[in-house]
């Protein structure tokens, strides 16, 4: 949409993706030669459809911003996601709110918080940050920004959430658990609890070497009425820095925040290390702070730095990371972990 950032060149890049290959492993991923260096990657399996759509943006030579906003909004509408948009579980009162943030490499970014009845509060997002002198809205105050933009006012408790909300009030213990955006998405059995959920972080950079990032969710579900976790924070769900590269998490939240993960992370890029020495590290620093309580959640990191390397780590196994490129569209990778 916008093009008044080009921080590197498309030669740049594919001397970057030239040097690289090779060296991916389940960990790390360099970058295809194909399509000047373009790559967007996400968080979970959910996160290869939304690459998909990203990649549509960026195979065309679009914006890294539109990029990674086109494609969050894949699972926000997605009926089987119940950690994104408006099929998200509800908070303990059987509300649905919704969180997002969107930063480009400049440092321009919005956010909304603990927004109901909009289905793609990415969007509202970036309209914060393009027609507001704010970063954050929330609440009420977000909803009445986003009906004044133009959008539709919905009802998103879908009948499937409201039941699971309605069987959890059976016992109404609330316990965060690990890796449920695997276990909920598809019901695929992998670790992880059903009363747990949670987020989708992207980030992309295009052919002309811009970065931005996207991160969206509906929060842990049975949450607190009015609790907000990482992903709507700039600096701990999401960063991005065109001169470094950028960085979003998944897990819980409150952990993240209290570390500002996603600055730590691009902070570390800066200082030299890899992204998957930056994660790792991030990562670490949370262990060491809270050792006992570690042991039963879960964070994760996912970090691409400015020449298109990439970079994951987690506490638990079980976290995985969608690498979209000219090379391969749907890839899949398992993070390392501390356990």
Same mark, same amino acid.
Request: net charge neutral; charged share 25%.
């Given at each position: ?6 921080? /590197?060149? &498309? *030669?740049?890049?594919? $001397?970057?993706?030239?040097?690289? @290959?090779?060296? +991916?492993?389940?960990?790390? =991923?360099? %970058? ?65 709110? /919704?969180? &997002? *943030?969107?930063?480009? $490499?400049?440092?321009?970014?919005? @956010?909304?918080? +603990?927004?109901?009845?909009? =289905?793609? %509060? ?81 980030? +992309? ?135």
């Amino acid at each position: 949409m916008t093009d008044r950032r080009d921080f /590197l060149k &498309a *030669s740049l890049l594919g $001397a970057s993706a030239l040097a690289l @290959a090779g060296k +991916a492993d389940a960990g790390t =991923a360099a %970058p295809s030669k194909g399509a000047a260096g373009a790559r967007v990657i996400s968080t979970w399996d959910f996160g290869v459809a939304a690459n998909q759509a990203a990649w549509a943006v960026l195979s065309k030579g679009g914006h890294a911003l539109d990029a990674v906003e086109t494609g969050v909004m894949v699972p926000e509408a997605d009926m089987k996601n119940h950690s994104v948009g408006r099929a998200g579980y509800p908070d303990r009162d059987g509300h649905v709110t /919704l969180d &997002a *943030s969107i930063m480009d $490499a400049d440092g321009s970014c919005g @956010a909304v918080a +603990a927004l109901e009845h909009i =289905a793609h %509060p990415i969007q509202v997002a970036r309209r914060v940050m393009e027609r507001t002198p704010h970063v954050l809205l929330v609440g009420d105050g977000a909803l009445q920004f986003a009906l004044e933009e133009g959008f539709k006012k919905e009802e998103l408790l879908t009948p499937e959430s409201e039941q699971a909300w309605k069987e959890w009030l059976k016992t109404a213990r609330y316990q965060p658990s690990a890796n449920s955006e695997v276990r909920d998405y598809g019901k695929t059995g992998m670790p992880g609890g059903k009363d747990n959920h949670d987020t989708i972080g992207m980030l +992309a950079i295009d052919a002309s070497g811009r970065l931005a990032g996207a991160c969206t969710t509906s929060g842990m579900a049975w949450k607190m009425r009015g609790r907000v976790g990482d992903s709507p924070i700039i600096g701990a769900g999401l960063y991005v820095d065109g001169d470094v590269g950028g960085a979003t998490s998944t897990g819980v939240g409150e952990e993240v925040i209290r570390n500002a993960g996603s600055f730590l992370v691009v902070e570390l890029m800066r200082q030299g290390r890899s992204p998957q020495e930056a994660c790792q590290e991030a990562v670490m620093r949370i262990v060491k702070k809270r050792p006992n309580a570690s042991k039963d959640l879960q964070v994760g990191f996912l970090a691409m730095n400015k020449h298109g390397d990439v970079g994951a780590f987690a506490i638990q196994p079980g976290f995985s990371y969608a690498v979209c490129d000219a090379k391969r569209q749907d890839g899949l990778l398992p993070s390392k972990s501390v356990y």
